[in-house]
């Protein structure tokens, strides 16, 4: 038993980032810009923060983005129709409207509606059925994110057995298919599971997204296995934190992200990279 290494968010999206940064720069040269718009509906303070820091992102790599900043009780059909527009424009080649919507809003009809060379979240159900076959152009940012965390490390899924807790279509999902196509023997756990740590305990690469502070002890952990914590939640000081109990995993784990600085941070950096492969794919580049 030793200190699990840490997967280190901040670093690893730096070098993303850093990388998008310089394909910006080429496609500049080429003549083209490449845009992000975001939408955002309502006022609800998280996703202020989360579209806040989207368009500090595309700042920081050179990405001009457009806001759209709604008021909550926003028609249903203005929203389609200012997607519509959005979808037309030559000059916008990503969309993304932050969720959750107020609840009047078909948040459904509202994702079919970007279309899917745009949809950089990649959450439109044509990308989805690409991301399910394995020839996606956009992959869903977090589980994105952690695959390329797992990269950086030098951590293959090959032959590994994965544990994925959470079923959401946002993360748990899209992360069972991806650590699949990298080869991995993947095991989905969630709300319904019985005897949650008997599947954690056979896990070597472990990745919890639940939103449930302690769910993970030290105990339902196989050793030297890699934990990837992606949830977001707050301890009882108001500090944020994962699903794992963080100080007593890492004496038997081999990996494991820190909450925060760990999953966030490569999120948005994807995002970043699914609008330049956008402005690629639409200019034939
Ligand atoms: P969600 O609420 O849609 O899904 C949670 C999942 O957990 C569900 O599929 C449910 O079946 C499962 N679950 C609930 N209780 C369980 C239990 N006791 N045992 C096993 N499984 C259980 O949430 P989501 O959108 O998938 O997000 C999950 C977490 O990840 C949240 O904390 C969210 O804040 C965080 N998140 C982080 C990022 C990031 O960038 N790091 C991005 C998206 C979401």
Redesign the pocket.
Known sequence: MGTAKLIDGKVISAKVLSDVADEVKDLKQRGVEPCLAVILVGEDPASQVYVRNKKLKCEQVGIRSLSYTLPADTKQEELISLIKELNERKDVNGILCQLPLPSHLNEKDVINTISAEKDVDAFNPENVGHIMIGDASFLPC?PAGVMEMLKYEGISAAGKHCVV????N???KPMALLLLQDNGTVTV???R?KN?AEYTKEADILVS????RN?ITADMIKEEAVIID????RNEDGKLCGDVDFDNVLDKASYITPVPGG??PM?IAMLMKNTVTAAKNQNNI
């Not at 807790?165 to 959401?168: F, L, P, T």
């Not at 997204?209 to 449930?212: D, N, P, Q, S």
């Not at 992606?230 to 939640?233: A, D, E, P, R, W």
């Open positions: 977090t807790i959470g079923r959401s946002i993360v748990g756990c969630h709300s599971t949650l997204a639940v939103g449930k769910l992606v949830s977001i939640n999953v966030g999120t």
